[in-house]
Structures are given as C-alpha cells and as structure tokens.
C-alpha cells in the first residue's frame, strides 16, 4: 500500500520559515519524481515545486522561486521543502505528490498518481 506522509506544518509569522517533510513508502521511491502542491481555502490545488528521481531536475512556481527550496533523500524515502520569507498568501494545505511515468520535474496536478493527506500552513502577517 502507498502511503505518502507529510509534517512540519504550522503557524509561523511573515518572514518567518518551514520545513516540511513527506516520508513514503510502499513504492519504488527513487523511480518517482516527487511533487509539492498547495491549496488555500476557495482555491484550486496548485503546484509549488517538484524534483526528479535522484535531484538533478527541480521545478518550481514563479510565486515561491527564490524562496523555496525542495529536495530529497532517497535512501531516507523522504522529499523536503523548506520555505523561507514567508507570506501570508503562502497559507494553504500543502501536499506532497508522486508520479512515476519518467524522470522528470513535472508541475501538473492529473500528472502525479499518489498524493499525501496535506499539512496546514498558517503565515500570519
């Protein structure tokens, strides 16, 4: 069964920064491109930043370039995100993705198959 777990969601002040992680298991964790994604409330999910199999290839949003950095471990199966300067409009639900048609950084949400259950991110201004 493929689970995907994200944590290290929470309630941080403008400027301020957070790590989230996304432990998977159940599937060929280096064989997968990893995405980040997110959603705020009356919003559609939208995409924030994705890597490739072992790193070489990162993706990201105009809105967090700069900001933003998303990495992996694979021999820990876990993809980060660490966000720093943030905003209040970077409040959402931030989910993690996993798609494992090639190697590749892609940043459509019909193009990840498995997706984790979210963690809240709260930026207070």
């Known amino acids: 069964q493929v689970q995907l777990a994200e944590s290290g969601g929470g309630l941080v002040q403008a400027g301020g920064s957070l790590r989230l992680s996304c432990a998977v298991s159940?599937?060929?964790?280096?064989?997968?491109?990893m995405g980040w994604f997110r959603q705020a409330p009356g919003k559609e999910r939208e995409f924030v930043a994705a890597?490739?199999?072992?790193?070489?290839?990162?993706n990201y949003a105009e809105a967090v370039k700069g900001r933003f950095t998303i990495s992996r471990d694979n021999g820990k199966n876990t993809v980060y995100l660490q966000m720093n300067s943030l905003k209040p409009e970077d409040t959402a639900v931030y989910y993690c993705a996993a798609d494992g048609r090639a190697d590749w950084a892609p940043g459509g949400v019909s193009e990840y198959d498995y997706w984790g259950q979210g963690t809240q991110v709260t930026v207070s201004s």
């Open positions: 890597v490739s199999w072992r790193g070489g290839m990162t």
């Open positions: 159940g599937l060929s964790f280096s064989r997968y491109a």
